[in-house]
């Protein structure tokens, strides 16, 4: 028996595009946290003197900045991460479906071929 | 077998970005390099400048006046902090764009391939090329934007390295920076070189991203024509023995 | 050996899985740093830098060796991507294979050869992935100083004079984070280089195969 039908859909053709999708929305939120920070720093370092920053005490507003000046790049660059790693996911993804649409092309052209050489032009 | 007809022409910038895909292989090769040269600075230059920066207690560093090594050191680490990140992702960038560009070509050997076997079909039973599809202008654009960003990245790094980084850190860290008042010169220079890298790294992963989605697109152009592909065959196949 | 290449590249999505598994964990490890630095920054000056010097040690250490052990993920998934390449040449070497196989073997054109960098490319891919595994090895090696480093109070760090081991420990970590970090990046730069070795040899092989075709079609119908 001959197989000559078009490759069936596979799970990987629908899952990369999400993989996209996701590592866009947790590019996007980095993005968007990192000006937020940045307008921080340039405000903490920038508008304060080493004095007042250094003897902030409990409680202080500048003591607040310098701890999310710290602690969020901790768990944001890691969470970039997952993106950029979202979107390469989704690349391997995409590449793994092409072994099957090959076999299958090559397969339907085998068949195919012997008519092309008898019909064709 | 039939003439096999060629793809019309595209407008700019889409006949630069095509003319120059088949580059691929050279501009992979230099982004390859410019990741190298980080490599070699990181190693001959900041490595050094680490080195020579932390030789003594912090006394000594910091009470060391402008000119002196430990001052020299302090800026030379901090200006090839500036700009070396940005060179070695505008090199990765390049990688990924080569990556595109050879996927784009690979689109584009499977189209003709599709035309000659399509060529060789009696007239009656051969399908009609189908058009070039809009995500091939998609993942070129994206290309062109994420490649666009990276060099934003890296010319603003190297603003930022021959500017205010090499001023501020010119300085006698204890006396000068230190003790730099509200509203000072100084001190709003410190606010710029503790924030650029907050929305400029992030800023480079956006442009990588732009990368990566001209990837997933060129794929699936390339996806979708041995799709297309099986599917006219199977066609074909079907009218021919009928 | 290029047949045991072929048949462990089938293996891709075992590493494209664990890949992406580092990647996860190194968010969960980033996060849980995170906490143990809002620990710390949420105390004085005076305080953090006398008394906590757990947390102080905790973090340092674990900044030496997670970014390292992110990019090991990362570098699976390439090298998982490398290796679907590699699956796809051979799909596309046998389709070709097969459909040529419909002329009689005395007429069968030859088969072309794989450009010179296609053997390469696992090669460089391997490259690649040693470049990973060796900077988060000297990773944990910084991460291991910089424990000893910072479970002393940043005083006595402040005060280490010259020639003294701990300050020679600091100027250690620096220096060789200075060049450790672009290594990384290296790695990744040369998985990319393979992947593009991958798709070259690709174009090289459909190129071989239209040609190919066209030939065996004109000899077939013995033109």
Same mark, same amino acid.
């Given at each position: 028996?001959?197989?000559?039908?078009?490759?069936?859909?596979?799970?990987?053709?629908?899952?990369?595009?999400?993989?996209? =999708?996701?590592?866009? $929305?947790?590019?996007? $939120?980095?993005?968007?946290?990192?000006?937020?920070?940045?307008?921080?720093?340039?405000?903490?370092?920038?508008?304060?003197?080493?004095?007042?920053?250094?003897?902030?005490?409990?409680?202080?507003?500048?003591?607040?900045?310098?701890?999310?000046?710290?602690?969020?790049?901790?768990?944001?660059?890691?969470?970039?991460?997952?993106?950029?790693?979202?979107?390469?996911?989704?690349?391997?993804? =995409?590449?793994?479906?092409?072994?099957?649409?090959?076999?299958?092309?090559?397969?339907?052209?085998?068949?195919?071929?012997?008519?092309?050489?008898?019909?064709?032009? | 077998?039939?003439?096999?007809?060629?793809?019309?022409?595209?407008?700019?910038?889409?006949?630069?970005?095509?003319?120059?895909?088949?580059?691929?292989?050279? #501009? =992979?090769?230099?982004?390859?390099?410019?990741?190298?040269?980080?490599?070699?600075?990181?190693?001959?230059?900041?490595?050094?400048?680490?080195?020579?920066?932390?030789?003594?207690?912090?006394?000594?560093?910091?009470?060391?006046?402008?000119?002196?090594?430990?001052?020299?050191?302090?800026?030379?680490?901090?200006?090839?902090?500036?700009?070396?990140?940005?060179?070695?992702?505008?090199?990765?960038?390049?990688?990924?764009? &080569?990556?595109?560009?050879?996927?784009?070509?690979?689109? +584009?050997?499977?189209?003709?391939?599709? +035309?000659?076997?399509?060529?060789?079909?009696? &007239?009656?039973? &051969?399908?009609?090329?189908?058009?070039?599809?809009?995500?091939?202008?998609?993942?070129?654009?994206?290309?062109?934007?994420?490649?666009?960003?990276?060099?934003?990245?890296? $010319?603003?790094?190297?603003?930022?390295?021959?500017?205010?980084?090499?001023?501020?850190?010119?300085?006698?860290?204890?006396?000068?920076?230190?003790?730099?008042?509200?509203?000072?010169?100084?001190?709003?220079?410190?606010?710029?070189?503790?924030?650029?890298?907050?929305?400029?790294?992030?800023?480079?992963?956006?442009?990588?991203?732009?990368?990566?989605?001209?990837?997933?697109?060129?794929?699936?152009?390339?996806?979708?024509?041995?799709?297309?592909?099986?599917?006219?065959?199977?066609?074909?196949?079907?009218?021919?023995?009928? | 050996?290029?047949?045991?290449?072929?048949?462990?590249?089938?293996?891709?999505?075992?590493?494209?899985?664990?890949?992406?598994?580092?990647?996860?964990?190194?968010?969960?490890?980033?996060?849980?740093?995170?906490?143990?630095?809002?620990?710390? /920054?949420?105390?004085?000056?005076?305080?953090?830098?006398?008394?906590?010097?757990?947390?102080? =040690?905790?973090?340092?250490?674990?900044?030496?060796?997670?970014?390292?052990?992110?990019?090991?993920?990362?570098?699976?998934?390439?090298?998982?991507?490398?290796?679907?390449?590699?699956?796809?040449?051979?799909?596309?070497?046998?389709?070709?294979?097969?459909?040529?196989?419909?002329?009689?073997?005395?007429?069968?054109?030859?088969?072309?050869?794989?450009?010179?960098?296609?053997?390469?490319?696992?090669?460089?891919?391997?490259?690649?992935?040693? $470049?990973?595994?060796?900077?988060?090895?000297?990773?944990?090696?910084?991460?291991?100083?910089?424990?000893?480093?910072?479970?002393?109070?940043?005083?006595?760090?402040?005060?280490?004079?010259?020639?003294?081991?701990?300050?020679?420990?600091?100027?250690?970590?620096?220096?060789?984070? &200075?060049?450790?970090?672009?290594?990384? /990046?290296?790695?990744?730069?040369?998985?990319?280089?393979?992947?593009?070795?991958?798709?070259?040899?690709? #174009?090289?092989?459909?190129?071989?195969?239209?040609?190919?075709?066209?030939?065996?079609?004109?000899?077939?119908?013995?033109?």
């Amino acid at each position: 028996m001959l197989n000559v039908a078009p490759p069936k859909s596979s799970w990987q053709a629908k899952v990369f595009p999400v993989l996209t =999708a996701i590592g866009w $929305i947790l590019v996007m $939120i980095s993005f968007v946290i990192g000006l937020s920070l940045s307008s921080t720093a340039s405000g903490y370092f920038g508008e304060n003197t080493k004095e007042s920053r250094d003897g902030a005490a409990v409680g202080d507003a500048l003591l607040g900045d310098l701890e999310t000046l710290t602690v969020t790049p901790r768990w944001l660059e890691p969470l970039t991460f997952l993106g950029v790693a979202s979107f390469m996911v989704g690349i391997a993804l =995409a590449f793994s479906t092409i072994p099957n649409l090959l076999s299958n092309r090559g397969q339907v052209l085998n068949v195919c071929f012997p008519i092309l050489v008898k019909k064709g032009e | 077998m039939r003439e096999i007809q060629k793809d019309p022409k595209p407008g700019m910038p889409f006949n630069m970005i095509e003319g120059m895909m088949p580059m691929f292989p050279m #501009i =992979a090769v230099v982004g390859w390099m410019l990741v190298l040269i980080a490599l070699f600075v990181g190693f001959t230059v900041l490595s050094p400048a680490q080195s020579a920066f932390f030789a003594d207690a912090k006394e000594a560093r910091e009470t060391a006046a402008a000119g002196s090594t430990f001052v020299d050191a302090n800026v030379s680490r901090h200006v090839i902090e500036a700009w070396v990140p940005q060179f070695k992702f505008f090199g990765l960038g390049l990688g990924l764009m &080569a990556i595109t560009m050879a996927l784009g070509t690979i689109a +584009k050997k499977l189209r003709h391939m599709g +035309k000659v076997i399509a060529a060789h079909m009696p &007239a009656n039973l &051969a399908p009609p090329t189908p058009p070039i599809p809009g995500r091939v202008r998609m993942f070129q654009l994206s290309t062109v934007m994420g490649v666009m960003i990276l060099l934003a990245a890296l $010319i603003i790094g190297i603003v930022l390295a021959t500017g205010v980084v090499p001023d501020y850190f010119n300085h006698t860290i204890a006396t000068e920076l230190n003790t730099a008042e509200v509203n000072s010169e100084l001190l709003s220079q410190l606010g710029t070189v503790s924030s650029y890298a907050k929305w400029l790294n992030p800023l480079r992963i956006v442009g990588m991203s732009f990368l990566f989605t001209a990837i997933t697109l060129a794929l699936t152009v390339i996806i979708n024509t041995l799709r297309m592909q099986a599917g006219m065959l199977v066609q074909f196949y079907n009218k021919a023995s009928g | 050996m290029q047949q045991m290449i072929g048949k462990m590249a089938r293996m891709y999505s075992m590493f494209i899985l664990l890949g992406f598994m580092i990647v996860i964990i190194a968010f969960f490890v980033g996060y849980s740093n995170s906490q143990t630095a809002a620990t710390y /920054f949420a105390e004085t000056k005076l305080v953090r830098e006398t008394t906590l010097m757990t947390e102080r =040690a905790s973090m340092e250490s674990i900044g030496q060796w997670l970014p390292y052990f992110k990019f090991l993920g990362l570098g699976l998934i390439l090298g998982g991507i490398v290796m679907a390449l590699r699956v796809i040449i051979d799909n596309l070497k046998a389709a070709g294979e097969q459909v040529m196989s419909n002329l009689p073997t005395e007429k069968r054109p030859p088969m072309p050869k794989p450009p010179w960098f296609g053997p390469l490319m696992p090669m460089v891919m391997m490259v690649g992935l040693l $470049i990973f595994i060796i900077a988060l090895v000297i990773g944990f090696q910084n991460a291991s100083v910089a424990s000893k480093v910072f479970s002393n109070s940043l005083p006595v760090i402040d005060e280490a004079a010259a020639g003294s081991t701990l300050l020679g420990q600091l100027e250690s970590i620096h220096s060789t984070s &200075a060049w450790l970090i672009p290594f990384k /990046f290296f790695g990744i730069a040369t998985e990319f280089l393979a992947i593009v070795m991958g798709l070259a040899t690709i #174009i090289t092989i459909l190129t071989n195969q239209t040609e190919m075709i066209k030939k065996g079609i004109h000899v077939a119908r013995g033109n």
